[in-house]
């Protein structure tokens, strides 16, 4: 039984690292997409500059004078994303309201992630009342997902939800062998 135990804890805490690695990427993710939107909605003037011997539009920040500071712009290449740099056309990557709203509900279903697998990884058992409610809130964070990404996030929350009830009724059972013993 201590195995199995330590198996759990062991790749929880596996999961974990791979989770709060996950997080910190989206929350840089999420701050360029909240600003890119931001900047937009603001509908700064625009100024064209050449870079790579082709003219592109980048929001104006600041001009005094012949000083000018543009705002950084993420731009969408054929090897990847850049900042500055366009290889395949300079089409500027922009970011809409939906895109910042899923990564929001994205960093908070991560952010109930880790704190399941931090559960299970600190844990004795996995079959105890706090690990359960930590799969309750997981499920309930990726059904609130749901509403925002359409149907993967139904099913994530329907699979959490029975991993819910597996781990419910384990605990009963756990509850009843501790009891009796």
Not at 17 to 46: C, D, K, Q, R, Y
Not at 104 to 128: C, E, Q
Request: proline share 2%.
């Amino acid at each position: 039984m201590e195995k199995h135990t330590e198996d759990i804890r062991h790749f929880s805490k596996v999961i974990y690292i791979l989770l709060e690695i996950a997080f910190v990427a989206f929350i840089v993710a999420g701050a360029v997409e909240a600003v890119s939107w931001f900047m937009s909605v603001l509908a700064l003037h625009t100024d064209t500059i050449m870079v790579g011997g082709k003219n592109i539009e980048v929001p104006l920040l600041l001009k005094a004078g012949d000083f000018k500071i543009y705002m950084p712009v993420f731009i969408m290449g054929e090897v990847g994303v850049g900042v500055g740099v366009d290889l395949s056309g300079f089409g500027v990557l922009k970011f809409s309201f939906g895109d910042v709203l899923r990564t929001a509900f994205t960093i908070v279903v991560l952010a109930y992630a880790k704190s399941t697998f931090r559960t299970l990884r600190d844990s004795g058992s996995p079959f105890r009342k706090d690990v359960v409610r930590s799969f309750k809130r997981l499920a309930i964070a990726l059904l609130a997902v749901g509403f925002v990404t359409g149907v993967v996030g139904f099913l994530a929350a329907g699979i959490v939800w029975v991993l819910c009830l597996i781990f419910d009724y384990g605990a009963a059972l756990q509850n009843e062998s501790d009891t009796t013993l």
